[in-house]
């Protein structure tokens, strides 16, 4: 992997309860998003950053929240996990703007369950 | 709102050649891309189509119609690694936000 790591890589966690997401990257990319994936949904953008402290919502932000207080960490927190949250997770990064974002680099994912 | 239509199954027998389409319809264009994901796996990019035309990477091409908004993606000489599902992706602003296709899963048979 091009130096993207996502914790936790699977979590069963239940209704309610509060969960948090970490994706790290060592390529000291200035883009990071946070991508789900569903069945028959493809991969749907719930929130992207660009910069430190720099972020903006995607296609499915409700009932998500993200944080960036350094380049290299991007966190995606579920304040109030609900079922309709499990799925699949992905962080990605991108090099620059523009024709750049169209090339992205997948973290691993990370699959929640939520009960 | 942005839409991206791609075929869900494609069936092909390895040394073969397929094409996966997808039409879009967004209000925006800057940029069609390609990205591959076996079973269990991340996402890969395969290619970018910012122009008309035709691009390509091996046995992978990758084309473009503007103005019919519509593209393919061709794999050449199938072989039973390119079992995966293939996505197209729409950036529909010049902002950094990519729009996905809901994906076309390849099996390759021998």
């Known amino acids: 992997d091009a130096g993207i790591t996502q914790s936790p890589r699977h979590k069963v966690t239940e209704t309610g309860t509060p969960v948090t997401l970490r994706c790290h990257q060592t390529?000291?990319?200035?883009?990071m998003y946070w991508y789900r994936q569903d069945p028959g949904h493809g991969l749907r953008l719930i929130h992207y950053?660009?910069?430190?402290?720099?972020?903006d919502k995607g296609e499915v932000s409700d009932g998500y929240s993200v944080s960036r207080s350094k380049t290299e960490d991007f966190l995606l927190t579920l304040e109030s996990a609900t079922s309709s949250q499990t799925s699949v997770y992905f962080c990605?990064?991108?090099?620059?703007?523009?024709?750049?974002?169209?090339?992205?680099?997948f973290g691993a994912g990370s699959r929640l369950t939520v009960l | 709102g942005q839409s991206l239509e791609q075929p869900s199954e494609v069936t092909a027998v390895e040394g073969a050649i397929v094409q996966i389409n997808c039409t879009y319809q967004?209000?925006?264009?800057?940029?069609l891309s390609w990205y591959q994901q076996h079973d269990g796996g991340a996402p890969t990019f395969l290619s970018y189509?910012?122009?008309?035309g035709l691009e390509e990477t091996g046995r992978f091409s990758s084309f473009l119609s503007r103005s019919d908004s519509y593209g393919y993606l061709l794999l050449q000489e199938l072989q039973m690694k390119d079992s995966a599902s293939y996505f197209c992706?729409?950036?529909?602003?010049?902002?950094?936000?990519?729009?996905f296709g809901g994906g076309t899963r390849l099996m390759v048979k021998p």
């Open positions: 990605a990064i991108s090099e620059s703007a523009g024709s750049g974002a169209n090339v992205l680099t």
């Open positions: 390529e000291n990319h200035r883009y």
């Open positions: 950053s660009y910069g430190v402290k720099d972020t």
């Open positions: 967004t209000s925006g264009f800057y940029g």
């Open positions: 189509n910012a122009l008309d």
């Open positions: 992706a729409v950036r529909e602003d010049a902002g950094n936000m990519l729009t």
